[in-house]
């Protein structure tokens, strides 16, 4: 698709699996607590928990039970493993072409955005790692902002922010919570299609408002 943008516009992107894909995210957690808490056996017990993962188990729960019940290990909690879990600097990639449309944006001197729910650390850990630290000029995140998408405040801040502003964008991915807000404010909305790796999965079986206004399937797929 073709997005016509200038210094007049405003484009704000979701985080998890828009930007990123959120189950790298999980991998690079189950594999920092792994090596944190085991000196071998690394591979075999990342497997192990992927399996937890896949049958929908409460992973951190097994991972507790394991190490009482087979290493006699009495000392860890379940809200110790899912701070390591939280808190560590992941090791995580941009989806094809994020970086190069984020950079073609701030070339055509849009103002850009960012809004995720999530916990502070957590979410500006993700950001510092792809490298999108220093890109966006204004960034909410639920935890810091005391309020998760789709509430309206979340996206009506990019207003007061931008008063002259002309044209909105939004690009994310989650139809329950992403597009119903700036579909009502007017925004141009635009999601990413799931390739069948996101957490959450896709649900388009929505009423007309809670849609996006158009689909890419990568966001190599918007050319400016």
Excluded at 36 to 58: P, R, V
Aim: include cysteine.
């Amino acid at each position: 698709m073709i997005l016509e943008v200038d210094e007049h516009t405003v484009v704000v992107f979701d985080l998890d699996d828009t930007l990123y894909q959120e189950i790298d995210f999980l991998i690079s957690g189950y594999r920092y607590i792994i090596y944190k808490y085991f000196t071998t056996g690394h591979d075999e017990m990342f497997n192990q928990m992927m399996l937890w993962y896949s049958k929908k188990n409460n992973v951190f729960s097994e991972l507790l039970s394991f190490f009482q019940a087979q290493l006699n290990q009495t000392e860890y909690s379940i809200a110790g493993l899912i701070s390591s879990y939280r808190n560590h600097f992941p090791q995580i990639n941009p989806n094809p072409g994020s970086k190069k449309l984020i950079d073609l944006l701030l070339i055509r001197g849009c103002k850009l955005g960012l809004i995720t729910d999530g916990r502070s650390i957590t979410q500006r850990n993700k950001i510092k790692a792809l490298g999108l630290d220093q890109k966006f000029d204004l960034e909410i995140i639920s935890e810091e902002f005391g309020s998760d998408k789709p509430d309206y405040r979340n996206f009506h801040v990019f207003h007061e922010k931008f008063p002259n502003t002309k044209k909105f964008v939004y690009i994310g991915d989650n139809p329950a919570k992403d597009f119903i807000t700036p579909n009502t404010l007017g925004w141009r909305t635009i999601c990413l299609i799931d390739k069948g790796n996101n957490i959450h999965r896709q649900n388009f079986n929505y009423e007309k408002l809670f849609l996006p206004q158009y689909t890419v399937h990568s966001l190599s797929d918007i050319h400016i």
